[in-house]
């Protein structure tokens, strides 16, 4: 064994090194290896340019001309860009017999409503899961995780006779109320809140604080990240949903289902598609880079510790 000296509350001392703690310290070392940090760097970018790749096309193929759009073999990088297919879009939806303005308030209260419900009913949810001992509390939640096996195909048709047995089909709630009883919400912020410790409740319940400003002053700041994160993934599922099974009057559909219609129309819109395709992928993205910080705190975190 070699001599090693270590800190201490009264100075460095001198102490044998054990068999683990060298073997240990040479693991570390090689571990970090100038080498091997430039393999990982080097697979790292290429991973990362093989999942950029179609951002990229997506963006080039916005700003293609038509000969460039129709060229075979279709090439990644523009060589003239133009902006005639989002100028092209925008005249088309300005002729429609709905103005586009209605397309825009419809989208916004969609999903406004939706987000804002979703997230609000699944914290109110979770809270007594995770923070109340009741019976049934085990079952309740396995019939939350049992529902996330099941895929929006199978879901569909019961959904569509829930819908109309409440008259509620041909509206905007169509869309907004079942987007509130989605369980990842749940399941999350249950996980979520079983991390914030049961003394920070008690302390508070024990100062005077009810359920619900417990619930709200000392909850939902502190899953913060969760709610966040919750909405993002809603935003997404819900920008995508155009509505098509529930709203059949024009005067309500998003505006998804009216770019899709207009991308639908030939090969002489195969550039406003691409337009279309740039504008629906852009907003997600811009929605997620704004709250990227949040998601990746309720990745990576391993929740308050008592």
């Given at each position: 064994?070699?001599l090693i000296?270590?800190?201490?509350?009264?100075?460095?001392?001198?102490?044998?090194?054990?068999f683990?703690?060298?073997?240990?310290?040479?693991?570390?070392?090689?571990?970090?290896?100038?080498?091997?940090?430039?393999?990982?760097?080097?697979?790292?970018?290429?991973?990362?340019?093989f999942?950029?790749?179609?951002?990229v096309?997506?963006?080039?193929?916005?700003?293609?001309?038509?000969?460039?759009?129709?060229q075979f073999?279709?090439?990644?990088?523009?060589?003239?860009?133009?902006?005639?297919?989002?100028?092209?879009?925008?005249?088309?939806?300005?002729?429609?017999?709905?103005?586009?303005?209605?397309?825009v308030?419809?989208?916004v209260?969609?999903?406004?409503?939706s987000?804002?419900?979703?997230?609000?009913?699944?914290?109110m949810a979770?809270?007594?899961?995770?923070?109340?001992?009741?019976?049934?509390?085990?079952?309740?939640?396995?019939?939350?995780?049992?529902?996330?096996?099941?895929?929006w195909?199978?879901?569909?048709?019961?959904?569509?006779?829930i819908?109309?047995?409440?008259?509620i089909?041909?509206?905007y709630?169509?869309?907004?109320?079942?987007?509130?009883g989605?369980?990842?919400?749940?399941?999350?912020?249950?996980?979520?809140?079983e991390?914030i410790?049961?003394?920070?409740?008690?302390?508070?319940?024990?100062?005077g604080?009810?359920?619900?400003?417990t619930?709200?002053?000392i909850?939902?700041?502190n899953?913060?990240?969760?709610?966040?994160?919750?909405?993002i993934?809603?935003?997404?599922t819900?920008?995508?949903?155009?509505?098509?099974?529930?709203?059949?009057s024009e005067?309500?559909?998003?505006?998804q289902?009216?770019?899709n219609q207009?991308?639908?129309?030939?090969a002489?819109?195969?550039?406003?598609?691409?337009a279309v395709?740039?504008?629906?992928?852009?907003?997600?993205?811009?929605?997620?880079?704004?709250?990227q910080?949040?998601?990746?705190?309720?990745?990576?975190?391993?929740?308050?510790?008592?």
């Amino acid at each position: 064994m070699r001599l090693i000296k270590v800190k201490s509350s009264d100075g460095p001392i001198v102490v044998k090194e054990t068999f683990f703690q060298r073997h240990f310290r040479k693991e570390k070392k090689l571990n970090r290896s100038r080498a091997g940090n430039t393999l990982l760097f080097v697979f790292m970018a290429l991973c990362g340019v093989f999942m950029a790749m179609p951002l990229v096309m997506m963006v080039n193929n916005a700003i293609k001309p038509l000969d460039e759009i129709f060229q075979f073999p279709p090439r990644i990088f523009v060589r003239n860009p133009t902006f005639e297919n989002f100028t092209d879009l925008f005249v088309s939806m300005s002729e429609t017999w709905v103005p586009f303005s209605r397309y825009v308030f419809n989208t916004v209260f969609i999903m406004g409503f939706s987000v804002t419900g979703h997230v609000l009913i699944a914290s109110m949810a979770a809270y007594p899961l995770a923070k109340h001992k009741f019976p049934g509390k085990k079952l309740l939640f396995t019939l939350v995780i049992l529902s996330l096996m099941f895929t929006w195909q199978v879901t569909q048709v019961p959904n569509y006779v829930i819908v109309s047995y409440l008259g509620i089909n041909n509206t905007y709630w169509a869309l907004i109320i079942p987007a509130w009883g989605y369980g990842l919400g749940l399941y999350l912020m249950k996980q979520f809140m079983e991390q914030i410790p049961d003394s920070l409740v008690e302390s508070a319940r024990i100062d005077g604080a009810g359920e619900v400003r417990t619930f709200w002053t000392i909850i939902m700041p502190n899953v913060k990240p969760a709610w966040l994160t919750l909405a993002i993934f809603q935003f997404q599922t819900m920008w995508a949903n155009t509505g098509y099974t529930f709203i059949r009057s024009e005067e309500l559909k998003p505006l998804q289902a009216a770019m899709n219609q207009i991308a639908a129309g030939g090969a002489q819109r195969t550039g406003q598609a691409m337009a279309v395709i740039f504008i629906l992928a852009a907003i997600p993205i811009t929605f997620f880079l704004i709250c990227q910080s949040s998601i990746l705190e309720t990745m990576t975190t391993s929740g308050m510790k008592e």
